[in-house]
């Protein structure tokens, strides 16, 4: 298994450098040069469009993440979202109970907090398996399961988390300006992120790696002055960073983790 894992990762590591190099991949090319099947291929480019990385197009994808430097990689993205939520993680005090949404990087926060007893409420399906803290309760908001994502959408879990507050909340997104504010990618999604921006009653914190800040995407779950705070990495875009902070959003920026525990 662990094998299987380093070979997928090497093949999206070469994938993403390529991606880098070119701006657009074929499919037909990438699985002749990487000898695995398109599905294998087209499988890969799922990964990277869930992080908003890529567009897809008929028989391809072309990159849209242009903060990255050429010389990153896969793993050097993974440890800036690392990085972003142990940051994350300090805002949260025992007792707390906290909104999650279905953001990877704010589900990783649940392996920075340790030793506090803190209620998660989640529509993130994979937060049962991520590795936590005994002390940690996972409280799954129900709802239509939405793949690969494993988001939980839909009447049920809007009505559910209707009926609930958190202390602090804490959302990932696909792109963050100042003059847009928040924006994700799936269009099911924005009304779970509105109410855990809604239904918070302290600071609302936004995760946005270097490849999310000063990007739009294609649905607004919130306007900037919903934001407390923006943790990202010293990667992104100053002009950018700048704006924000105009707003009187609290900006904090992190550098990468040097390894993952």
Do not use: W
Request: hydrophobic share 40%; with cysteine.
């Amino acid at each position: 298994m662990k094998k299987h894992k380093t070979i997928v990762e090497a093949r999206r590591d070469r994938i993403f450098s390529l991606l880098q190099e070119s701006d657009t991949v074929k499919v037909d090319e990438l699985a002749v040069e990487l000898q695995v099947s398109p599905l294998t291929i087209r499988r890969d480019l799922d990964f990277f469009e869930q992080k908003a990385l890529i567009e897809r197009f008929y028989g391809g994808a072309m990159l849209i993440n242009k903060i990255l430097p050429r010389s990153g990689t896969l793993m050097s993205y993974s440890l800036n979202k690392h990085a972003i939520a142990k940051r994350a993680a300090e805002f949260i005090e025992n007792g707390d109970t906290i909104f999650l949404n279905t953001s990877s990087t704010a589900l990783l926060i649940l392996k920075y907090i340790k030793g506090k007893r803190v209620m998660v409420i989640t529509n993130n399906g994979k937060a049962i398996f991520i590795e936590k803290d005994p002390l940690i309760s996972i409280v799954l908001s129900g709802g239509e399961l939405r793949e690969p994502k494993e988001a939980m959408v839909g009447e049920f879990a809007i009505n559910n988390l209707s009926k609930v507050t958190a202390a602090k909340s804490f959302i990932g997104c696909s792109g963050i300006t100042a003059e847009t504010g928040i924006t994700t990618a799936v269009l099911q999604e924005v009304a779970i992120n509105e109410l855990m921006l809604n239904r918070c009653t302290g600071p609302r914190i936004i995760l946005a790696d270097c490849s999310k800040v000063g990007r739009d995407h294609s649905f607004v779950s919130g306007s900037i002055d919903k934001v407390t705070y923006l943790i990202t990495d010293t990667m992104a875009d100053p002009a950018s960073i700048e704006a924000i902070n105009s707003t009187g959003v609290n900006v904090i920026q992190v550098e990468p983790l040097k390894r993952v525990d």
